[in-house]
């Protein structure tokens, strides 16, 4: 009399496939919010990070314009003893040589200006400033010489072939991609024609008087970077907005006062969505 009551029993204790097919979609669930969740607090962690090195930049600025009464040159002088050895072998140099503080790279696209670099190279002078970067967490501080992307190099830093450009003491964010330095004399959109996705476009030369940038430095100096462009867009970017301009986040310096900010997680300074700013420029539409 009791064997088909166990067996009901026993039926009962085992699951069907779509209870067990209801069980796993929920542990799914829960662990796709349970690492979105992570991945949104690191996030947050790292951009309240970010802006507080951001800030620390900022009063290294507001400290070199009350000891010098001016914003720091955009056009920086580094001295022949600072500067790589390829340089040194190939270019008739007297005791320096110059490099725009410019935010956007050189030679067709492949190398990032170190522009917080070489702010912070011209501010080592003055010693408030130098108190404050000594108050920024160390592992956010780096020597640094950007590299060539070369093909199947990773972007910035990525290639093997290290840039002509000095080896300086650079800041970081925490999504481990440089701070990037806007000054007013190259702030706002650069190139203002249409180029399409992954053109690197016509570069800005620098030293044509009529570009209205520099003119050449002074007799017996040389000027290492001459032609700059901003970065390239992103597929994203050009289906959210066919007309955009490849030009760096064109950010205008408020007040023409220098600012920095940092790329946001993505390293991309043209998605200026996830942008890390102290304070955010007035941003240009292209012609």
Request: charge should be neutral; aromatic fraction near 8%; proline fraction near 7%.
């Amino acid at each position: 009399m009791n064997r088909p009551r166990n067996n009901r029993l026993n039926a009962r204790n085992g699951f069907t496939l779509i209870e067990l097919a209801i069980v796993i979609g929920i542990l799914g669930l829960l662990v796709a919010i349970t690492i979105g969740v992570g991945s949104s607090m690191i996030n947050s962690g790292k951009e309240q990070a970010t802006k507080g090195i951001l800030e620390s930049l900022d009063q290294t600025l507001s400290a070199y314009i009350d000891a010098k009464g001016e914003n720091p040159p955009a056009l920086v002088a580094v001295y022949l003893d600072d500067l790589p050895g390829s340089i040194k072998s190939r270019v008739d140099l007297s005791n320096f040589a110059y490099y725009p503080a410019f935010d956007g790279t050189t030679d067709g696209g492949k190398v990032y200006v170190n522009s917080v670099g070489l702010y912070l190279y011209t501010a080592q002078e003055v010693s408030a400033v130098q108190e404050i970067v000594q108050g920024i967490n160390p592992k956010f501080i780096k020597q640094f010489a950007p590299a060539r992307a070369q093909s199947g190099g990773g972007g910035i830093g990525g290639g093997a072939s290290i840039a002509e450009q000095p080896l300086l003491q650079t800041v970081f964010d925490a999504w481990g991609n440089p701070i990037r330095f806007v000054h007013p004399k190259f702030d706002g959109i650069i190139e203002r024609t249409r180029r399409s996705l992954d053109d690197d476009g016509n570069q800005v030369r620098l030293d044509q008087p009529s570009n209205g940038f520099f003119v050449n430095p002074p007799t017996g100096s040389s000027f290492i970077i001459k032609q700059v462009r901003r970065n390239k867009m992103t597929k994203q970017e050009l289906a959210d907005d066919p007309r955009l301009v490849a030009d760096s986040d064109g950010g205008l310096c408020p007040g023409a006062r220098p600012y920095f900010y940092s790329a946001g997680p993505d390293g991309n300074p043209a998605t200026t969505e996830d942008n890390v700013y102290t304070t955010i420029p007035t941003f240009v539409k292209p012609l």
